[in-house]
């Protein structure tokens, strides 16, 4: 049992550095879409130059950081979430209702990357390329559904873990803020006196 222990121990880091790895990435992908629609504007406004590659090439990074940041939002733990129910729960019944719901979610990114994989495969093989005039291989936009799929389910896999360990040893808060309050200091505010 310890050896199992130890080996997903060294699981948990090494999706976790991927995990980081492709948050990182993700922002960098960011960044980058906004760099080439910000040249495409100025190459067709101020130069008069038709563009041809600039929209599609920042559409294939916005899908990259959809889909391969989401392993990197749900490791921080900043879904959205609708928890106007889930906070008024006693902690122990919670932590079980994370669990499940994340359970139930982990089943759905793994049928998603269950099917997206053969779909990308499919480009590969048939050697499909965009439309447009700069034509580039579909095999590359295609992957980041499956891959960040992939990378999400088993960030949910030691997201669960986590939170199965915290209930074992009763780590658990008390209150809760909701989460868009979450990452927010809360101050008082007092009124103008008159």
């Not at 948990?12 to 504007?41: K, M, Q, S």
């Amino acid at each position: 049992m310890d050896t199992m222990k130890k080996v997903f121990h060294i699981f948990v880091r090494i999706i976790d550095g991927l995990t980081v790895l492709t948050g990182w990435a993700a922002a960098l992908c960011l960044v980058a879409a906004a760099l080439i629609v910000t040249e495409a504007v100025i190459v067709r406004k101020l130069l008069g130059i038709s563009t041809i590659w600039q929209i599609e090439a920042s559409v294939f990074l916005l899908i990259f950081a959809v889909f391969v940041g989401a392993p990197f939002v749900q490791k921080n733990d900043h879904h959205l979430n609708v928890d106007l129910v889930i906070i008024l729960l006693n902690p122990r019944t919670r932590e079980i209702t994370l669990i499940v719901v994340s359970i139930i979610t982990c089943i759905l990114t793994a049928i998603l990357a269950w099917y997206a994989w053969p779909m990308w495969w499919e480009t590969v093989i048939n050697n499909e390329h965009s439309e447009s005039l700069w034509g580039p291989p579909l095999w590359i936009p295609f992957l980041f559904l499956p891959l960040g799929m992939t990378l999400l389910f088993l960030q949910y896999i030691v997201y669960i873990w986590r939170k199965i360990e915290q209930l074992r040893k009763g780590d658990l808060k008390e209150k809760v803020l909701p989460s868009e309050l979450a990452d927010v200091k809360m101050k008082e505010e007092t009124a103008p006196s008159e």
